[in-house]
C-alpha cells in the first residue's frame, strides 16, 4: 500500500483542479431530484418485506419490467418524490457480484432522528445485524439488505 501522504496529497490536487469557485466555475446541471434509483433483487418478497416492514418505506408500484417479460419491476417511496425500484430476474438466476470499478458501494437515505429510532427499534426487534456511527440524533446507521445491499440511513450530520 502507497504512504497515505500519497492520497492526501492526490485529494489536494483534485480538489485544487474540480473544486472551482465564482465565475470560473462551470454552471451546474440542475435537475429536478431523483426520480428513482434501479437495483437488482433476488427475490421480490424479501426485498418488499425488508424496505417496508424493517425500513419503513410505501410499497407504490409492480409492473412488468419493459425490457424482460419474465422480470417484475417494484417502486418503493422513499420520500420527498424520490423512489427506489428494484428489478427481479427469475430466469437468469444469481448474479456474480463483483466490488470494484463500476459497482456500487452503498445507498445513503437521509433520515430525520425520530426515524432512526424507529428503525434500530426494528432492527433490534429482528435481530438484524447493523452499525452505528455517532447517534441518531447525528449519525449514520448501516444495514445490509437481504441481497447484501449496504444502505445507509443518515440525518446528515
Known amino acids: 500500500m502507497r504512504d497515505l501522504n500519497f492520497y492526501q496529497k492526490r485529494r489536494e490536487a483534485l480538489k485544487k483542479s474540480y473544486l472551482t469557485a465564482g465565475e470560473a466555475a462551470p454552471q451546474p ?26 425500513l419503513g418505506m410505501r410499497l407504490t408500484g409492480i409492473m412488468e419490467n419493459r425490457d424482460e417479460p419474465s422480470s417484475t419491476h417494484i417502486f418503493l ?29 452503498h445507498v445513503a437515505l437521509k433520515a430525520r432522528p425520530e426515524q432512526m429510532r424507529a428503525v434500530l427499534a426494528r432492527l433490534d426487534e429482528r435481530r438484524i445485524a447493523y452499525s452505528i456511527h455517532g447517534t441518531p440524533e ?11 445491499i449496504l444502505v445507509e440511513l443518515t440525518t446528515g450530520y
Request: net charge negative.
Open 29 to 54: 446541471m440542475h435537475t429536478a431530484g431523483v426520480d428513482h434509483l434501479a437495483l437488482i433483487c433476488a427475490e421480490l418478497e424479501r426485498t418488499i418485506g425488508f424496505y417496508t416492514e424493517v
Open 77 to 105: 417511496d422513499m420520500g420527498g418524490g424520490n423512489q427506489l425500484a428494484f428489478f427481479d430476474f427469475p430466469e437468469k438466476g444469481p448474479a456474480r457480484t463483483v466490488r470494484g470499478v463500476g459497482s456500487m458501494h
Open 138 to 148: 447525528a449519525g449514520s446507521i448501516y444495514v445490509r439488505d437481504p441481497d447484501e
